[in-house]
């Protein structure tokens, strides 16, 4: 089964830091009454994009696993992963962060799954059963190169009208997403600042 080897079959990073941000600042808008904290708004971004920066390197680099999508994308490891760092968190008075963690990650998952569905018009299960059932491809490029195969697919893909339904699904839920983060107070901008912004105090 191909990997993602075009637009239409793959979610980009973007997207799924798009549907990570709106799951989380629904829930707690509707738990908390209050929008996401900058800390927990990076780490459900962070979180959200965490299975294609663990399994991509992996699979497409160094042949650790089949495909882009191993370990990572797996109910079997997420749902644990998951579990274990929102404890670790909460138990350490980070709870919101410790959620937010898993709301990110584990929205990774339905998120590949609905662009299969999308494009494929099935449920591409197989690609959260890792090691039960695997996605075979075979990769020549490694990291960098499948990268700008996917990236120069897309713009193509864009160019020529032909972007089809998931990514029009996805450039929505990136745009709605902006929205909602602006309206939100734009959480995580002074953190990511704090973090990049030498501290010339003595």
């Given at each position: 089964m191909?990997?993602?080897?075009?637009?239409?079959?793959?979610?980009?990073?973007?997207?799924?830091?798009?549907?990570?941000y709106?799951?989380?600042?629904?829930?707690?808008?509707?738990?908390?009454?209050?929008?996401?904290?900058?800390a927990?708004a990076?780490v459900?971004?962070?979180a959200?994009?965490?299975p294609?920066?663990?399994?991509?390197?992996?699979?497409?680099e160094?042949?650790?696993?089949?495909?882009?999508?191993g370990?990572?994308?797996?109910?079997?490891?997420a749902?644990?992963?998951?579990?274990?760092?929102?404890?670790?968190?909460?138990?350490r008075?980070?709870?919101?962060?410790?959620?937010?963690?898993?709301?990110?990650?584990?929205?990774?998952l339905?998120?590949?799954?609905?662009?299969?569905?999308?494009?494929?018009g099935?449920?591409?299960?197989?690609r959260?059963?890792?090691?039960?059932?695997?996605?075979e491809?075979?990769y020549?490029?490694?990291?960098?190169?499948?990268?700008l195969?996917?990236?120069?697919?897309?713009v193509?893909?864009?160019l020529?009208?032909d972007?089809?339904t998931?990514?029009?699904?996805?450039?929505?839920?990136?745009?709605s997403?902006?929205?909602?983060w602006?309206?939100?107070g734009?959480?995580?901008?002074?953190?990511?600042?704090?973090?990049?912004?030498?501290?010339?105090r003595?």
């Open positions: 191909d990997d993602g080897h075009s637009l239409g079959l793959t979610m980009w990073p973007w997207e799924h830091a798009a549907v990570g709106l799951a989380w600042s629904l829930l707690v808008h509707a738990v908390r009454r209050r929008p996401p904290t900058g927990e990076v459900v971004v962070l959200s994009v965490s294609d920066l663990v399994d991509k390197p992996l699979g497409w160094f042949g650790v696993f089949s495909s882009g999508y370990a990572a994308h797996s109910v079997f490891f749902v644990p992963i998951a579990l274990g760092v929102t404890h670790f968190l909460s138990e008075g980070k709870r919101g962060v410790g959620a937010a963690f898993a709301v990110g990650y584990l929205s990774h339905p998120g590949d799954l609905l662009v299969g569905y999308l494009t494929e099935r449920l591409p299960i197989e959260v059963l890792w090691p039960v059932r695997t996605v491809t075979t020549t490029g490694g990291f960098s190169g499948t990268l195969e996917y990236l120069r697919r897309y193509a893909d864009i020529e009208g972007a089809g998931a990514a029009v699904v996805g450039a929505v839920a990136l745009f997403c902006v929205a909602v602006l309206v939100d734009a959480p995580g901008v002074s953190e990511l600042r704090a973090a990049v912004t030498p501290n010339t003595k």
